[in-house]
């Protein structure tokens, strides 16, 4: 079964996520065709990844579909791929998944069961991104005080039954006292620790004592900042201080680690098994989060799943752009012995992104339960395609 052309698929602008999501679908000789996403979708940056792909389609023209190791090992190979980087990996993932979407099709059974099976039927969740609501259509433009948190919080759990939420306590908000980059890289004022403090306060308030938190930095901070921070939320016991640094930079994760007793996560920034490796090795980590959208799609998701294993960090994906990269995330965490949890941004609530793909699978009191679809088991519906810009490579 060979690859007879690659569509390549730009949705329609999500200005309330400030996403364009990019995809890629492979078509067969056979008239078996798969999805796979490139996931830097937010501020737009997978607009990038339309002419990659474009060069990437024009070398896998006329391989063997079902070789999807040959083909990824092919791209990444190439000549930029092998020094790494978020675009470029983007547009290698989004084939590979594609890829891994047509061998599960054609042998009739999920992506799961050709990595090994399931390990688990279900998969625990956190509501993540709490800082911007929980099915709110316009976070964005939502004012940035306590009691907007706090609804956010008694929404997800006591609403939808979520038992851990993820929170970016220094998010800037249009109605709030910002915290500058500056300061968030070089050292925490005292009104913003206070500032910090109450959001924490008001968040335990809401949650309680058995609801686990996850603290969310976004590589604001680095070493000095990010152990201010996690000095101060400790007494509200989280369960990961999640990208207290930027990954390159491991003597800040080193210093964190020394000086913080919390769980540390990162990964999605990340690419390849040879960005966790050195992260990995120091034992600097925790949970690992890949991107299956940019960190080298499915197949380099499982070595770097099996990678983590072998140095006793668990794996909880970072998910958070179209349903095509939450269907790859639960066939991967389903088949892997080491998921410890899983994403479910607020955007993945609202029907501007679920409305894209013919499937909406969502989780129920807190926990997802993993599709037997072949394949990937979703993909775009007629609405989402007729609205897309689709390039063709044949």
């Known amino acids: 079964m060979k690859i007879q052309?690659?569509?390549?698929?730009?949705?329609?602008?999500?200005?309330?996520?400030?996403?364009?999501?990019?995809?890629?679908?492979?078509?067969?000789?056979?008239?078996?065709?798969?999805?796979g996403e490139a996931g830097v979708s937010i501020m737009h940056y997978s607009l990038g990844c339309v002419e990659l792909l474009k060069s990437f389609s024009q070398m896998i023209l006329g391989m063997d579909a079902l070789a999807n190791d040959v083909v990824y090992t092919k791209l990444l190979n190439s000549f930029w791929a092998r020094g790494n980087g978020g675009v470029i990996l983007a547009a290698v993932s989004a084939i590979d998944t594609a890829l891994w979407d047509i061998k599960g099709k054609y042998f009739g059974v999920p992506v799961c069961q050709l990595l090994g099976g399931k390990h688990r039927d279900k998969l625990r969740c956190y509501a993540s991104q709490l800082q911007n609501g929980w099915k709110y259509p316009d976070f964005h433009g939502a004012p940035g005080d306590l009691g907007f948190l706090k609804e956010a919080c008694r929404r997800a759990v006591e609403d939808d039954g979520y038992d851990c939420v993820k929170i970016d306590f220094l998010a800037k908000h249009p109605d709030s006292s910002r915290i500058s980059d500056y300061e968030a890289q070089t050292h925490l004022s005292p009104a913003t620790m206070r500032e910090i403090d109450q959001k924490l306060d008001a968040v335990r308030s809401v949650i309680g004592p058995d609801v686990e938190l996850i603290l969310e930095n976004h590589c604001l901070t680095t070493a000095q900042t990010a152990i201010q921070f996690g000095r101060l939320a400790r007494d509200y016991d989280p369960m990961l201080l999640e990208e207290p640094a930027n990954p390159l930079d491991i003597h800040d994760y080193q210093r964190i680690r020394e000086a913080l007793d919390i769980p540390i996560a990162t990964g999605e920034?990340?690419?390849?098994?040879?960005?966790?490796?050195?992260?990995?090795?120091?034992?600097?980590v925790d949970t690992v989060q890949p991107d299956l959208g940019n960190c080298g799609g499915i197949t380099e998701g499982r070595k770097i799943a099996d990678l983590a294993e072998s140095l006793g960090a668990t794996v909880q994906t970072h998910t958070c752009n179209t349903p095509i990269s939450i269907a790859a995330a639960l066939q991967l965490e389903a088949a892997i012995p080491n998921f410890i949890i899983h994403e479910h941004h607020t955007n993945n609530t609202l029907p501007f992104n679920t409305g894209l793909c013919v499937y909406d699978d969502q989780p129920v009191d807190g926990w997802y339960t993993v599709p037997d679809r072949p394949g990937l088991g979703n993909e775009l519906t007629e609405q989402a395609l007729a609205e897309a810009s689709i390039l063709t490579v044949r």
């Open 5 to 35: 052309a690659v569509d390549i698929i730009t949705l329609k602008a999500q200005p309330t996520a400030g996403q364009t999501p990019v995809l890629a679908r492979i078509r067969t000789d056979e008239g078996v065709y798969g999805y």
């Open 269 to 284: 920034r990340s690419y390849t098994r040879r960005g966790f490796l050195p992260l990995l090795q120091a034992g600097v």
